[in-house]
């Protein structure tokens, strides 16, 4: 499976941002599609999934009550939306792909759960 990001980009504080992760797959269902975000000098950070066969999601404490996961599955995209953004929000952004495992899919925080990832995607908050 491929993925690629859209939509990211230079926001002001306090502003909002949708991006987007489209997957080359024929069966969308089997995966679970992870968001995570890396900042110069850190480490990668999980901070959203998104089960695609029944919508089960999970958001990271550090961000949560400001994103959102949401799926258009006839399109095989996920989007995550984050809102009053922070200048401390500002990294590459890379959505990740989990497959169905032993008849199972769930979501992780954890990079190495995923096996596929896009390119990454920049989004800068600041004025």
């Known amino acids: 499976v491929q993925l690629v990001e859209s939509g990211g980009g230079l926001v002001q504080p306090g502003g909002s941002l949708r991006l987007s992760c489209t997957a080359s797959?024929?069966?969308?269902?089997?995966?679970?599609i992870g968001w995570f975000r890396q900042a110069p000098g850190k480490e990668r950070e999980g901070i959203s999934c998104?089960?695609?066969?029944?919508?089960?999601?999970y958001i990271a404490d550090s961000v949560k009550g400001r994103l959102t996961t949401s799926s258009d599955n006839a399109k095989n995209t996920v989007f995550l939306e984050m809102t009053s953004l922070r200048p401390e929000d500002t990294a590459t952004y890379y959505c990740?792909?989990?497959?169905?495992?032993?008849?199972?899919?769930?979501?992780?925080?954890?990079?190495?759960?995923?096996?596929?990832w896009g390119q990454g995607i920049q989004v800068t908050v600041s004025p």
């Open positions: 998104l089960r695609i066969e029944d919508g089960d999601t």
């Open positions: 797959a024929s069966h969308f269902e089997d995966y679970a």
């Open positions: 990740a792909a989990a497959p169905r495992l032993d008849g199972h899919v769930s979501c992780s925080a954890w990079d190495y759960d995923y096996f596929a």
